[in-house]
């Protein structure tokens, strides 16, 4: 079974930095896309950044300049570097996951719990 774990988030101050990671467990025969997502109070859930098996990256608007997707293949990890943060940045954090759990097995969506990420001023 295919887990996602996420770490790091908390509060920090308008303008700071902070950082959040993943980590994949269980069977993952291939990863396609892996990345983040987030979610504010009373907003649906959006886009802040994926990365697929290409290294291609896709940025959310609002986060592009200032978040930075990495990924080890090796510890099957990715974490999101999030610099210049606002307001609005505060959201809880999901990772996610697109990937077959066997190479047979149709591709899958697979998200974390969440981390809460809070920015005050």
């Known amino acids: 079974q295919v887990q996602l774990v996420e770490s790091g988030g908390g509060l920090v101050q308008a303008g700071g930095s902070l950082s959040v990671s993943c980590a994949v467990s269980?069977?993952?025969?291939?990863?396609?896309?892996i990345g983040w997502y987030r979610q504010a109070p009373g907003k649906q859930r959006e886009l802040v950044v994926t990365?697929?098996?290409?290294?291609?990256?896709n940025y959310g608007d609002s986060v592009k300049g200032r978040f930075t997707i990495s990924r080890d293949n090796a510890k099957n990890t990715v974490s999101l570097q999030m610099n210049s943060l606002k307001l609005e940045d505060t959201a809880v954090y999901y990772c996610?996951?697109?990937?077959?759990?066997?190479?047979?097995?149709?591709?899958?969506?697979?998200w974390g719990q969440g981390t809460q990420v809070t920015v005050s001023s």
């Open positions: 996610y996951l697109k990937a077959r759990s066997r190479w047979y097995d149709p591709e899958a969506d697979y």
């Open positions: 269980g069977s993952t025969a291939s990863i396609k896309t």
């Open positions: 990365i697929s098996s290409d290294t291609n990256t």
